[in-house]
Structure formats: C-alpha cells, structure tokens
C-alpha cells in the first residue's frame, strides 16, 4: 500500500512538472502570438496624422474607410493637419494641411484624401492606368502649374467605393505609394 501511494505521488509530481513546461512553453507562445497581433494591428492602422479625426469618419460615413499610412513630407520638420472638408453616409473628404486651420489655400495645402460611393452616375476613371497593390488598377492625373499647382491625384476604385489620394504638384511615384499604404 505505500509502495502504491508513493508511486502515485512520483506519477503525480512527473505530470505536475511536465504541465509546469507546457504551461511555460504555452504562456510564451501566447505573449508571442499577441506580440504578433499587436505588431500586425499597428500595420493597418492609419497615419497617425488621422488619429483625431478618425471617430467622427466612423461616426458620419458608411463606406469603407481607407486612409493611408504613409504621407510625403509628414517626417519633416513641418506638422501636418488632416482636416475633414466633408462626411456624409456615402462619402468623405479629408484635407491635408501645414496648418490645423488650413482652408485648401495654396500655402498650406498638401493634399487631399477622399472616398465615395460609386453610382450608376459617377464618371469613368481617367488617366494613366498604374498599378496598385492587391490587383488594384489605379489612375494617375498629373498636376498643371500655372501661377500655383493643383494636385496630381491617383484614383481607384475598391468593393463599390471610389478613393482618390492627391498631393499639390505630387509626382507618381508618392502617390502610388500612399495609395498602397491605403490599401494594403
């Protein structure tokens, strides 16, 4: 009889310090698996420039909010704004500015980021075709200068939605590339 209660106290304490392991082994790769979700959420998250605007985006539209995470010239010395122009149910424009009370006006502007429903009324997308991330065709229209820039704009369409990135006198290849930041 003790010989069978000490073999099952050895037997126990064998499992005891087996689950000891896993469990370790288990909590790391928990930790591990958050990390990585944590890592993978800050991957979609927007530009931080969006941050604050970004509750009402969610509270006034209903379409799929797209905004990018990469935005030239925001690493510079110079703060940028996102200041929303527009919301509604169907669509969103969103301005981007040097100034937090920029009004689109030449000095301040950077760009725009804009979305909207597409319908059976919206035109045809025009420009250079370019390609984007996911499959996605995008269209480029380069700025004109005259005594100031207008943008140049990339624009495509996604799941019945039309986005436009544009940035004043923007060349392609930054705005292929905050489209991309957008969509991936």
């Known amino acids: 009889m003790i010989l069978?209660?000490?073999?099952t106290s050895a037997?126990?304490?064998?499992?005891l310090l087996v689950s000891v392991g896993s469990f370790h082994t288990s909590a790391i790769a928990t930790v591990n698996n958050q990390s990585q979700l944590i890592a993978q959420q800050s991957k979609t998250?927007?530009?931080?420039?969006?941050?604050s605007i970004l509750p009402k985006l969610k509270q006034k539209t209903q379409i799929?909010?797209?905004?990018?995470?990469?935005?030239?010239?925001s690493d510079g010395e110079n703060p940028i704004y996102a200041i929303i122009e527009a919301a509604t149910q169907k669509k969103y424009e969103i301005l981007l500015g040097f100034s937090p009370d920029c009004t689109g006006g030449t000095a301040c502007r950077l760009g725009v980021v804009y979305a909207e429903a597409v319908t059976r009324k919206t035109p045809r997308l025009t420009g250079k075709p370019v390609s984007?991330?996911?499959g996605i065709t995008g269209y480029f229209v380069d700025s004109t200068c005259g005594a100031?820039?207008?943008d140049a704009t990339l624009t495509?369409?996604?799941q019945g939605v039309q986005y436009v990135v544009g940035l004043k006198a923007g060349d392609?290849?930054?705005?292929?590339?905050?489209?991309n930041s957008a969509i991936n």
């Open 4 to 7: 069978s209660i000490s073999y």
């Open 11 to 15: 037997v126990c304490a064998v499992f």
């Open 45 to 51: 998250q927007p530009h931080p420039v969006f941050k």
């Open 64 to 73: 799929r909010i797209l905004l990018p995470k990469f935005i030239p010239e």
């Open 132 to 134: 984007l991330a996911k």
């Open 148 to 150: 100031n820039c207008s």
């Open 156 to 158: 495509w369409r996604q």
């Open 172 to 179: 392609r290849t930054s705005l292929v590339k905050m489209a």
